[in-house]
């Protein structure tokens, strides 16, 4: 069976997903749709044949085209979006955020409680080889229990994107919400408990403040600390900044036990690096483990996430023909958002944030 995808939304993360399924053979894009020509005429270049496009997802939905959908419009338009593609009673691949809101979010929920198809998150980090393999080492405790785990990210400022929707907070739910979720969903999957409080320090320092739009200056955060404390006494660190470019690893992760720590980094796209290395250092005798991890150049190019887009496409494929439960759930994409608004409400009042505060 060949899974027919139809992709709303044709902007760059709607160009690196054909990319990918271009490459898998149990799928093929069927459709696509967009309001804004030119990203819907990259996007149909990217075909060795021709397919139906469209200039509303309306028109998209009421062909009947698709076993899947792709949503990957700007953040603040996929709780609209998504009313009316769930009419369609098709699968759905979610780019991060779920919403913009922790409120959209869960109305979503409440209109989705009974649906038949399968509700997917689009979370990439969980897919990025390095990663997977530092999670199986961290599940399997190899370096006994869990007690703090920290994420880096420096990288280049958020990118151009239609109609600059993506420089105000309000159209993407804030810098800690649009760009932090998925860090913040990593956190939960690692961990495997859920978080308790949350403080974090950020502020825009660097990035587009010389910018206008309709005569408004950016108010997206471009740097940060945030602290998470979970349940289960574990303690998480993200350290972000959006204005270091040329790093050779975009990310860096690393995870401390009772008996060690794993270290691991993800080149960053432009570095053109095809391999990282997954590091052990055991406390007893200072032995030390590392193992390199590759991925095939065929998927490297295919998109600008370490491979993570191809295999997180395969995990939803199987999960469509094995008639499984999603590996990124709706609820998993709910709570990412709700330590997001917690981060940036954290930032606005100076304050440590409970989680109780958001009824999850």
């Not at 160009?15 to 005429?41: C, F, G, P």
């Not at 391999?275 to 600008?304: M, P, W, Y």
């Not at 994409?333 to 999850?360: D, T």
Request: aromatic residues 8%; charged residues 25%.
């Amino acid at each position: 069976m060949t899974i027919k995808y139809a992709i709303v939304g044709t902007g760059t993360m709607g160009q690196e997903h054909i990319r990918n399924i271009e490459i898998i053979e149990e799928a093929e894009v069927v459709a696509l749709s967009d309001t804004n020509n030119k990203s819907l005429n990259e996007s149909l270049a990217l075909f060795k044949k021709d397919i139906p496009s469209f200039n509303n997802h309306h028109d998209l939905i009421n062909e009947n085209l698709a076993d899947a959908y792709i949503v990957a419009t700007p953040n603040n338009t996929h709780f609209e979006v998504l009313k009316d593609i769930i009419k369609s009673n098709a699968h759905l691949l979610i780019e991060k955020p779920l919403c913009t809101t922790l409120q959209d979010c869960k109305e979503f929920a409440n209109l989705t409680k009974n649906y038949p198809g399968i509700i997917w998150t689009a979370m990439e980090y969980r897919y990025m080889p390095p990663i997977q393999k530092m999670i199986k080492e961290i599940h399997n405790k190899t370096i006994g229990k869990l007690h703090m785990l920290s994420i880096r990210e420096h990288r280049f400022p958020f990118l151009d994107k239609v109609d600059d929707w993506n420089r105000f907070a309000i159209n993407t739910g804030g810098t800690l919400v649009e760009k932090c979720c998925h860090f913040f969903d990593l956190m939960r999957l690692i961990v495997q408990s859920e978080p308790l409080k949350v403080y974090a320090s950020g502020s825009q320092d660097v990035n587009h403040l010389n910018e206008k739009y309709d005569g408004k200056t950016p108010d997206i955060i471009d740097n940060a600390y945030v602290i998470i404390d979970f349940k289960n006494g574990v303690r998480a660190l993200l350290d972000l900044c959006m204005f270091a470019e040329n790093s050779k690893h975009q990310e860096e992760l690393c995870a401390v036990g009772a008996k060690g720590k794993i270290e691991t980094g993800v080149p960053s796209h432009q570095s053109g690096i095809s391999s990282s290395h997954i590091r052990i250092g055991f406390r007893k005798n200072n032995e030390v483990k590392q193992e390199k991890i590759t991925v095939d150049k065929t998927i490297l190019e295919a998109g600008h996430h370490h491979g993570s887009t191809f295999y997180e496409h395969k995990a939803f494929i199987n999960a469509i023909l094995n008639n499984l439960l999603p590996e990124v759930s709706l609820n998993d994409g709910l709570v990412a958002v709700a330590i997001g608004e917690a981060a940036e409400l954290s930032i606005k009042e100076n304050r440590v944030v409970l989680m109780s505060e958001f009824s999850l």
